[in-house]
C-alpha cells in the first residue's frame, strides 16, 4: 500500500480536530473568522482607496471588517463606493454564515451538556454520605428511614446509583417522598456492578453503601458482583461498611466472601422466617421489632462510658433515666446482650442503649428509687404444648418449621394446608427431623372459606399464612389477602381473636392487608429494607439483632407482669428493672393489655421513663431480654 498523500494527512488532521466536539468547531469558527477579516481589510486596502473606509489605517479598517463580519446592521452605514460596498457585502455574509454556524454549535454544544447531565454522569462530591447501588421499592423505604436518622443534621446526603434514567429517578423519589428535609437525594446512571460507575458516586468517602438487587433475574448474582465491585474495584481505599441482604441462604457463604470484612450480609429468607415465627407466638412482640428497626421512635445506640469502667454492669441498668441498658460492646468487637450483671464493664467497652435519640442519652447522677416491697419473686410456669396452623408454602417454609420446632413445648402441633406441588414431598422429609413438635399436612385450596371455617381457626394459638412462590408474586399476594379477609370476617362473625402473620411478596400490596391490631404482623420486604438501613447506620447493629432473631442466647420475651411487681400497687421501671435482674433478665418496657386494641403502640411502652409511676394489671406483660 503506498503512502497516504498530502491531501489525504490534511483530511486526516481536520477530521480528528473536529471530532473533538464543541471547542474544536469554536476553534475553527474563530480562525474563519480572523481570517476573513484579514482577507476583507486587505481587499479594501488594495481596492477601494478612494473611498472613506479605504483612507484610513490598517488599524481601522480590520476593526471594521470585524464588525461587519460579527454585525450585519453595519452594512447599513456604508457609503456609496461600489468596490467598498461589494467588499463589505461579501464580509457581512460570510459573517451571517459563522454566527450562524456559531449559534448552531452553541445550541447543540448545550444540547449535548444537557443530555449529558440528565444521563447522571458527573462525580458527586459529598463527604459521609450514604451510597445505595441499584433499585428496587425497597429504595423509598431506605431514604425515608435515612431522612429520619439524619433530620438531626444540617446537610445529609444519599446518593443512588442504578441502570435507569437519572431524571427518572428524581421524579419517582419525588412522587414517593414528599419532604427529604435535611437530606439531599443525588441519582447517577450507571451500572451498580461496574467499579468505574460505582466511582461516579465517590464509595470511597462515603460512610456506608447500600447493595439493592430485588427485580434483577439472578439478584444474588448481581448482589456477589456488585459486592466484589464495590470492596475489589476501583483504587481500593474504601473505608466504609457495605450492608445486603440475599434471597437464598445457599448463597450467603459466597457474599459474604466477595463483600470481605466491610460487607455485612443477611439471608433475607431466614430472617423472615425468624420474624415470623417469633412474632406469632408473643402478642405485642411485633410492635417492639417494628419500633427498634425503624428510625420513628427508639433506636438502639452504642456509647462509651468512661465514667461507668471498672463497675458491675448492673450499675449500667440504673445509670440512664430515658434510656434502657441491653448489652456490651467490647473492645474486641463482640456483641453481648443481656450480660451478667455481675460482670465488669472495661475500658474500651461500650454500653447498648435503647434511646429515643443520641441527645437523650445522659446519665442520671441520682440514686434509683427502687420499691423493695413491690417487688415478686416468681417462676415462670413452664412452656404449654401449641397449635399452629400454617396457611400456604414456599421457600422459607421448611425454615420456619425448623425454628417453630426450637421454641414450641413438647406435644405441640403444626397444620400445614396448602396446595403448593412441593409442599407434600417437604413435609414427608422434614417429618422426622422435627424433635418437639408433630406435622400434620392437608392438601387444599386456602382460599376456600368452606375450608378455613372447617379448620376451626379459632382452636389454633397461631397462625401463619405464607405467599406461594409457585405463581407471580401479584397473584400470590391476592390469594394471601383473600386468605386474609376471610380469616378476619370468621372472627368478626365468631368474637374470637385469632393471631395471624402473614407475608407480602410485593411490599406494595402491604398495605392493602390492613393491619388491625397487634397480632397482625405483615412480613415484607419492608423489614429487610429496615434492617439494611439501621446496619447501614451502625453496622454492629447485625451482630445485635443476630443474636435478638436468634433461639440461642436471650431474645426479646413479654412475660406476666405480676412474675416481676406486685400487680395494681404504684411502682416505677426502675423498680421493674430491678426485679428483672434478680431473675437474670433485662427490662426495656411493658405491654399494657387494657391498651392492646389502640393503635397505634397497641399498648407496648418500650424504653419508659424509669422514674415514672404507673400500675400494672395481672394481664400485662413485662418487655424482656431473657435465654427463655
Known sequence: MSDPTYKQRMRYWFDNTMSKGTKALIGWLTVITLALTAVCAILVLLFARGSDGGSAGLGSVLWTSFLHVMDPGNISGDEDQFVYMVIMFATTIGGIVIISSLVGILTTGLDAKLEDLRKGRSLVVEKGHTVILGWSDQVFIIISELVEANESEKRACVAILADRDKVEMEDEIRTKIADLKTTHVVCRTGDPADPADIGLVNPGQAKSVIVLTEGEDDPDAQLVRSLLAVTQGGEGNLNCHVVGAVADGRNLPAARLAGGRAAHVVDANDLMARLMVQTCRQSGLSVVYTDLLDFDGDEI??????????????????????????GVLTKEGRCIVN??????????????LIAADDSAIRLDGSRPAIDESAIVVRGDAGNRPERTLILGWNARSRTILEQLDQYVAPGSVTDVVTDHPDAADAIRRIGPQMRVQALNFKEDDTTDRRLLESLNPGAYHHIIALCADDVDAQLADSRTLVTLLHLRDMAQR??????????????????????????????????????????????????????LFSPEGSEIYLKPADHYVRPRVPVNFYTVAESARRRGETAI????????????????????????????????????????
Not at 445506640?301 to 434502657?324: D, I, N
Not at 407496648?604 to 422514674?611: E, F, G, I, R, T
Open 301 to 326: 445506640y452504642m456509647v462509651e462510658e468512661p465514667t461507668l469502667f471498672g463497675r458491675p454492669l448492673g450499675q449500667a441498668l440504673h445509670a440512664y433515666r430515658t434510656s434502657s441498658f441491653i
Open 494 to 547: 365468631t368474637s374470637t381473636r385469632f393471631k395471624v402473620v402473614s407475608e407480602m411478596a410485593d411490599d406494595r400490596n402491604r398495605a392493602l392487608a390492613q393491619v388491625t391490631q397487634a397480632d397482625d404482623f405483615i412480613v415484607s420486604a419492608k423489614l429487610i429494607s429496615l434492617l439494611l438501613t439501621q446496619t447501614a447506620e451502625n453496622p454492629h447493629l447485625s451482630q445485635v439483632f443476630a443474636h
Open 589 to 628: 418496657g411493658y405491654r399494657q393489655v387494657a391498651q392492646a386494641q389502640q393503635a397505634p403502640g397497641y399498648g407496648v411502652h418500650l424504653n419508659p421513663d424509669k422514674s415514672a409511676q404507673f400500675m400494672v394489671q395481672p394481664e400485662d406483660k413485662i418487655i424482656v431480654l431473657a435465654e427463655d
Open 339 to 352: 450480660p451478667p450483671s455481675s460482670a465488669v464493664l472495661q475500658p474500651g467497652d461500650r454500653l447498648i
